[in-house]
Nanobody, 130 residues
Framework: QVQLVESGGGSVQAGGSLNLSCVAS????????IGWFHQAPGKEREGVAA???????VYADSVKGRFTLHKDNWKDTLYLLMDNLKPEDTGMYYC????????????????????????WGQGTQVTVSS
């Protein structure tokens, strides 16, 4: 089993910043895939950013240039620095992981894919007001 615990959500005004954290523990090793997904109210969960077992990072087009993903391998902690937040960034942010080393081909082209991840955290709420 793999456990994922997110933190760092909150409420900010448009243009503000937040830094999300996800701590991974359990039956997971150094070279694994881990990432963040966003679910806006009433919408499907969509990929935001993820890193594969070799350190390759993929981003959704909507967050490129605004969000930065960083993984601390010593702490098994994934960070998502979110700058220039927009109201449409509002929603739950979920950390996801999988023991596989690489994403599917689609992820390298189109950003993180839900089907690539088998373990999910409980989520942390982000609210961006205009």
């Amino acid at each position: 089993q793999v456990q994922l615990v997110e933190s760092g959500g909150g409420s900010v005004q448009a243009g503000g910043s937040l830094n999300l954290s996800c701590v991974a523990s359990g039956d997971i090793y150094n070279k694994y895939c881990i990432g963040w997904f966003h679910q806006a109210p009433g919408k499907e969960r969509e990929g935001v950013a993820a890193i594969d077992g070799d350190g390759a990072i993929v981003y959704a087009d909507s967050v490129k240039g605004r969000f930065t993903l960083h993984k601390d391998n010593w702490k098994d902690t994934l960070y998502l620095l979110m700058d220039n937040l927009k109201p449409e960034d509002t929603g739950m942010y979920y950390c996801a992981a999988d023991r596989t080393r690489y994403f599917s081909d689609a992820a390298y082209t189109h950003g993180p894919q839900k089907l690539d991840f088998g373990y999910w955290g409980q989520g942390t709420q982000v609210t961006v007001s205009s």
